[in-house]
């Protein structure tokens, strides 16, 4: 088709053309960002977390004040891992899918300047592993004699070296790419070296961390108190989790007076990675209630504007009709029309829709745009626009020529 008459007809009706143009790009820009920052949250929401969900749950309780600290998780633990129902329970300085963490940097030479990566740092009594339900898929678990108390370490002025640690499969990757990670150490406690013993699969680690970084795990053998983080956690089985929970209260109120159990805290893992992803998966629903408001409104506007112009033009598609012109080529001309309209729309929406994407780089730290969100609003917004000027181009080739004429 010729797209002269067509350029021709849209220099005369520059104001509509342009808000058509202007309410394209707009929708091309905000919804490439939208759609980029949905898959994030979806992501976000679906990467493994590798410890058993369904099975765990979490009593977090504070001390009052303890001397005996030590004695007193000792004795607590094998009250919980003698309740029914119980498979493995530990104590843990903190959690997944809880938002405080314990961070440390990791090197690979001891007079490293800068580390090599961050990890976050948990310590695991023995049935740690057992407990978290972790995929270990390369080494061992800590040995018997590896496990290391709590109070020894927090000694002042100590020199206790940390003999060995179990890391995730993304931590052995980042720091020995392509190699058996299994008796290489690294430093991230103190100045002597740590070797590595085993490999998990994944481990998440608590609080929100971008992509790159949510498997960074370094597990160490440390026996901490309940007063380091105030975590018990039980595995159990999935349907009991419920008695277990309320068993294990019960156990440990009666156990000692020294502690308080913190209800609000003390829950299935289950419910805690609920509460952990509610805002990702609110601003998934609310990003979506964007963009199908804002491609609704844009689709409005096209019917708009398109249904005013096939108006206007009722003489010139009957003259054109009355020259020959079929009801294909009258239908195929708004089309056209649209889609030149749409792709200028759509060229600017993308120059928009990077600048909005620089801009929230820098304020909110979030990645770049990666150019396939490009095209994949290009595509939706070129869809939109001929489904939206569908219904008025075949009202316009619908007219007989004798009543178009007529009609002016």
Known sequence: MDIRPILTTLRRHKTAAALIVLE??????????AIFLINQRVEQINRPGGIATDEIVRVQLTSIKDESAAATTKSDLAVLRGLPGVKAATALNQVPYSNSSWNSGVNLARDQK??????TTYMLQEQGLQTLGVNLVAGRDFGADEYIEWDLL?????????????????????????????GK????WGDEPTKIVGVVEHLVRPGNRDHAQWDYSVMFPIRVTYEVGGNYLLRVDSSRRAEVLKAAVAALEKNGPTRIILDKNTKTMAEMREDFYRQPRTMVWLLTAVCVALLVVTALGIVGLASFWVQQRTKQIGVRRALGATRGQVLRYFQTENFLLATVGIVIGMLLAYGINQLLMARYELPRLPAMYLPVGAL???????????????RAASV??????RSV
């Open 24 to 33: 394209i790009a707009l929708s091309c820009a905000i919804i490439c960002n």
């Open 114 to 119: 800068f580390p090599t990566l961050s990890a």
């Open 154 to 182: 927090n000694k002042p002025n100590t020199n206790v070296a940390i003999p060995s640690a179990i890391v995730t499969r993304a931590v052995a990757e980042k720091l020995f790419p392509g190699q058996n990670p299994i």
């Open 185 to 188: 150490s690294f430093y991230s």
């Open 380 to 394: 939706a917004l070129w869809l939109l626009g001929q489904l939206a000027v569908l219904g008025p181009a075949r």
């Open 400 to 405: 007989p020529p004798a009543v178009a004429t």
